[in-house]
């Protein structure tokens, strides 16, 4: 894992439930200095008494806005791009707003990096970014071009640009675990999209140990994609009835704006320039120049027998294995004993 004794690490939307979990990770980790940056300052002064830690420093800023950017960048010599608007109803609604956070708030954040010579900086995508439907995964889609195009222009001693992306993590703010547990707890009906829609399951400490494999390996452009296991939604929701010992009803609601049947993590294309590090793959970006010629004269081999990699055809976890995995979060057992 990448050492990060004597580093100031920049964390934007450092108060947002991965933030706050990638902070009490490296906290511990002799850095010399973590800094929060986020626009909500409520969140910000309550992680502040929690921690009252004095080597993490709370700023008020927005990645819209460039000048508070380059501000909290000063100094810095690793970053993590967590901040972005995530919720896909809300993106679907507001789309111009999820433009200016999750393209142009990416942007200003990528190039201050850049600017500022950070030693590297790695953004936070989503599966959703993959063949997407909707406005969140399509802004997400675009960060990631923003940076490739900012990759290309940089050599290995300069600052490293890389994304990872992941599924669904268990738990997180807004996610539809605390939601079913919330509706089983006041006795009401349980409201599921499709029962039989698929999503990738991880756990948030995976989901940091993702993040801290691409500090410690992240080249040029490099898209790290932590592999997960998949459940229906019906399947999660039957977990939960036997870990809260719940009959109530199941209610079908329809598939929401936006929404899938099942996500993509990776594609063909990606898996065929990809390299398996075990637990996770390293997708490498497209390097190729604007001199198009040469690939149309001599080609490009593709894996004829690779597929997409999808919550449809990774590993699907058994209601069992879901309910066991569910047992392994703080959150659900808690709740399962009030």
Same mark, same amino acid.
């Given at each position: 894992?990448?050492?990060?004794?004597?580093? %100031?690490?920049?964390i934007?939307?450092? +108060?947002?439930?991965?933030?706050y979990?990638?902070?009490h990770n490296?906290?511990?980790k002799?850095?010399?200095?973590?800094?929060?940056?986020?626009?909500?300052?409520?969140?910000?002064?309550l992680?502040?008494?929690?921690?009252?830690?004095?080597?993490v420093?709370?700023?008020?800023? &927005?990645?819209r806005d460039? &000048?508070?950017?380059?501000?909290?960048?000063?100094g810095? &010599?690793?970053?993590?791009?967590?901040?972005?608007l995530?919720?896909?109803? /809300?993106?679907?609604?507001?789309?111009? #707003?999820?433009?200016?956070?999750?393209?142009?708030?990416?942007?200003?954040?990528?190039?201050s990096?850049?600017?500022?010579?950070?030693?590297?900086?790695?953004c936070?995508? +989503?599966?959703?970014?993959?063949?997407?439907?909707?406005?969140m995964?399509?802004?997400?889609?675009?960060?990631?071009?923003?940076?490739?195009?900012?990759?290309?222009n940089? !050599?290995?001693?300069?600052?490293?640009?890389?994304?990872?992306?992941?599924? !669904?993590?268990?738990?997180s703010?807004?996610?539809?675990?605390?939601?079913?547990?919330?509706?089983?707890?006041?006795?009401k009906?349980?409201t599921?999209? &499709?029962?039989n829609?698929?999503?990738?399951?991880?756990?948030?400490?995976?989901?940091?140990?993702?993040?801290l494999?691409?500090?410690?390996?992240?080249?040029?452009?490099?898209?790290?994609?932590?592999?997960a296991?998949?459940? +229906?939604?019906?399947?999660?929701?039957t977990?939960? #009835?036997?870990?809260?010992?719940?009959?109530?009803?199941?209610?079908?609601?329809?598939?929401?704006?936006?929404?899938?049947?099942?996500? %993509?993590?990776?594609?063909m294309?990606e898996l065929?320039?990809?390299?398996d590090?075990?637990?996770?793959?390293?997708?490498?970006?497209d390097d190729?120049?604007?001199?198009?010629?040469?690939?149309s004269?001599?080609g490009?081999?593709?894996?004829?027998t690779?597929?997409?990699?999808?919550?449809?055809? +990774?590993?699907?976890?058994?209601?069992?294995?879901?309910?066991t995995?569910?047992?392994?979060?703080?959150?659900?057992? /808690?709740?399962?004993?009030?």
């Amino acid at each position: 894992m990448s050492n990060f004794n004597g580093k %100031t690490i920049l964390i934007t939307g450092g +108060t947002g439930s991965f933030g706050y979990a990638l902070l009490h990770n490296i906290a511990g980790k002799d850095c010399k200095e973590i800094r929060i940056f986020s626009r909500d300052e409520l969140k910000q002064e309550l992680m502040r008494k929690e921690l009252d830690c004095r080597n993490v420093k709370f700023y008020i800023g &927005d990645v819209r806005d460039r &000048d508070s950017v380059d501000n909290v960048m000063l100094g810095v &010599d690793l970053v993590f791009h967590a901040a972005a608007l995530k919720q896909v109803p /809300s993106c679907e609604f507001f789309p111009m #707003q999820a433009v200016l956070t999750n393209v142009i708030g990416s942007s200003n954040v990528i190039e201050s990096a850049i600017n500022n010579k950070v030693a590297s900086i790695v953004c936070l995508s +989503t599966d959703k970014a993959v063949y997407p439907v909707n406005v969140m995964g399509m802004t997400k889609s675009l960060m990631e071009k923003f940076v490739n195009a900012a990759a290309r222009n940089l !050599n290995e001693t300069e600052t490293v640009v890389s994304c990872v992306r992941y599924g !669904n993590v268990m738990y997180s703010r807004g996610s539809v675990i605390p939601l079913f547990i919330k509706q089983i707890k006041q006795n009401k009906p349980i409201t599921v999209t &499709d029962p039989n829609m698929t999503r990738f399951l991880l756990c948030l400490d995976d989901a940091i140990d993702l993040v801290l494999f691409a500090f410690a390996n992240a080249r040029q452009g490099d898209i790290f994609i932590k592999k997960a296991p998949a459940c +229906t939604v019906i399947d999660l929701v039957t977990a939960l #009835q036997r870990i809260f010992k719940s009959n109530l009803p199941i209610q079908t609601i329809g598939v929401r704006h936006g929404e899938k049947i099942f996500e %993509t993590l990776a594609t063909m294309e990606e898996l065929s320039k990809s390299e398996d590090m075990g637990d996770y793959f390293r997708c490498a970006m497209d390097d190729r120049g604007l001199n198009y010629d040469k690939y149309s004269i001599q080609g490009e081999m593709r894996e004829a027998t690779l597929e997409d990699y999808t919550s449809d055809n +990774t590993y699907r976890l058994s209601v069992q294995e879901v309910e066991t995995l569910l047992l392994t979060l703080p959150e659900v057992v /808690s709740e399962a004993s009030t």
